[in-house]
């Protein structure tokens, strides 16, 4: 039976309308769902409509070619200082912060967190000055110093510790303040990890733990073994100051004993806490990180950290596995600061996606003394898209040659699939 050519070209207009993008041939990897292997990805305002082997590209508005790179739900970065614009010189509520979406999107991160900038003073300036204001998705650990991370003895100022203030603030912002952050501390007392475990508890959220000056008096150990609930985050876990390689080249087994507790160790790699010969070893016998973070600031990305690329490409290097090292910086992270809507490409999931490829090579990687790494392999991001749209596209791959769109082209891209059309548009006008 023959239908009318006008109903088959209805037929093929509906069905080139199902999906807003599709994202053809890329190896997925998405540790929440196990899978690791040769997927199509579809998505529809905004959400993951369907992950399969093989999409009819006719069902798509937009098909772009990602055979050969990695498909992966977009980067969380846990640890990052993005609290700008303060004027505060010296300061990570300041000056040493920067704005997010300069250094996001470029690396395949849709999602970061600021690890403790601002306290519960000043958060809704940064609420207003930056998070509500950034395209990335910004969330928060609150410092338990009410004036946040400003330095020198604003951050060493018991007096300015207060729990229940700190946990009133975050209930007023469910899900957007995500944890607690006490560091920097140089004092001989528990007194700030205690207060922040005790505005964790009474706000439901996590806390991190930067331990600032290592004393004798309040020994490491005792922190990860006794005073951290599990879901707790120990952060900056290569720094030089952890106990962590015995004299016979072992890693110390109360970083086990913590972790089996259900602390969670994290990277956190900064201008000062990654050093290769406690990461090397200790990654060697085991002791992995749960998620791997960068600490960005302004320091920090022009020395041996860089991006969040490049601290995922040195533990490549060290023998992580491609798998591994995603997964540790997606999945793992979304669950550590309990947003488990994060981090996957699940249908029905917010659709934040990161193309990436890796570069082969002679490379080499810094830590944060100056040594050097020679590696072989690099990540790079192809292409970023956070709710559904294209946010950061490297080389072109979702557009046409210029010399195929006639001599009077305008601004290419739909709405529907590309963040950058309606930017276009206006500087077009």
């Keep these: 039976m023959k239908f009318p050519v006008f109903l088959v070209l209805v037929a093929a207009a509906m069905a080139q309308s199902q999906y807003d993008l599709l994202l053809k041939g890329g190896h997925v990897i998405d540790a929440k769902n196990h899978i690791s292997a ?52 010296d300061a990570y509520c300041g000056d040493n912060s920067v704005y997010p979406d300069g250094f996001t999107f470029r690396v395949g991160v849709t999602t970061v967190a600021d690890a403790g900038s601002s306290g519960w003073r000043s958060f809704p300036d940064f609420k207003d000055r930056v998070i509500d204001r950034s395209h990335t998705r910004v969330l928060a650990f609150l410092n338990i110093v009410g004036t946040g991370m400003c330095g020198g003895k604003i951050e060493q100022n018991l007096e300015d510790m207060d729990a229940k203030a700190t946990a009133e603030q975050a209930k007023r912002y469910p899900g957007l303040i995500i944890g607690v952050k006490t560091a920097h501390y140089t004092g001989p007392e528990w007194i700030p990890v205690e207060r922040a475990v005790e505005a964790g508890t009474m706000a439901n959220i996590p ?71 406690q990461a090397v070893p200790a990654i060697h016998q085991g002791w992995i990180p749960d998620s791997i973070s960068t600490d960005l600031h302004n320091t920090s990305m022009n020395a041996g950290m860089k991006d969040m690329l490049n601290v995922m490409s040195k533990f490549l290097n060290i023998g992580m596995s491609v798998d591994e090292v995603v997964g540790r910086s997606t999945w793992n992270p979304a669950r550590e600061i309990k947003h488990e809507e994060l981090g996957n ?85």
């Design 345 to 429: 490409l699940s249908v029905g999931a917010g659709a934040d996606v990161a193309v990436l490829r890796i570069e082969h090579g002679d490379f080499g990687f810094v830590d944060v003394n100056g040594a050097r790494m020679r590696g072989d392999q690099k990540l790079e991001c192809e292409l970023t898209v956070r709710d559904g749209k294209v946010v950061y596209d490297l080389n072109g791959i979702t557009r046409e040659d210029w010399d195929k769109l006639g001599p009077r082209y305008t601004a290419q891209g739909d709405p529907k699939w590309d963040a950058t059309i309606g930017h276009a548009v206006r500087a077009r006008k």
């Design 207 to 277: 806390v991190m733990v930067d331990f600032g000056d290592f004393r004798p008096e309040r020994p490491y150990q005792e922190l990860v073994t006794k005073k951290l609930r599990p879901g707790d985050i120990s952060t900056h876990m290569y720094l030089g100051a952890v106990p962590m390689i015995d004299d016979n080249g072992k890693v110390l087994p109360y970083l086990f004993e913590a972790r089996k507790r259900g602390v969670i160790f994290d990277v956190g790699h900064g201008g000062g806490s990654f050093l290769f010969r």
């Design 38 to 89: 040769v997927r199509d990805v579809a998505i529809q305002n905004g959400r993951v409509a369907e992950v399969a082997a093989n999409i009819d590209a006719v069902k798509a508005a937009k098909v772009v070619d990602v055979s050969g790179l990695y498909v992966t739900p977009g980067l969380v970065d846990i640890h990052v200082h993005v609290y700008a614009g303060t004027g505060k010189r």
